[in-house]
Nanobody
Framework: QPQVVESGGGLVQPGGSLRLSCAAS????????MGWFRQAPGKEREAVSC????????YYADSVRGRFTISRDNAKNTVYLQMNSLEPEDTAVYYC???????????????????????WGQGTQVTVSG
């Protein structure tokens, strides 16, 4: 059964850091692009960062570029999101998702729309306050 499970969320003060982890199981991570999304109360789910299956291409939302870093370790079936200089506006539930590389796409594909993703985690809460 394909599954992704997020961890690492919590409460942090503005300017602090957190590292989110996403553990994948039941599928071959090498065949998937991976993404981190977030959803704040009353807002739509948005793409925060994505990494291609080859790790050769990444995407960052303008609001997090320069502060967040996405990475993947296929040998450990894990994807990470390092979040630095956190701001109250970063408060949201963060979701990890996996997108199977489609026919015609390549190892640099970085999908950014929710419908492009096949597997989703349950989310982890990140709260920036203090």
């Amino acid at each position: 059964q394909p599954q992704v499970v997020e961890s690492g969320g919590g409460l942090v003060q503005p300017g602090g850091s957190l590292r989110l982890s996403c553990a994948a199981s039941g599928f071959t991570l090498n065949d998937f692009a991976m993404g981190w999304f977030r959803q704040a109360p009353g807002k739509e789910r948005e793409a925060v960062s994505c990494i291609s299956s080859s790790a050769g291409s990444t995407y960052y939302a303008d609001s997090v570029r320069g502060r967040f870093t996405i990475s993947r370790d296929n040998a450990k079936n894990t994807v990470y999101l390092q979040m630095n200089s956190l701001e109250p506006e970063d408060t949201a539930v963060y979701y990890c998702a996996a997108a199977r590389v489609r026919l015609g796409a390549d190892g640099l594909w970085t999908p950014r729309a929710t419908y492009q993703y096949d597997y989703w985690g349950q989310g982890t809460q990140v709260t920036v306050s203090g």
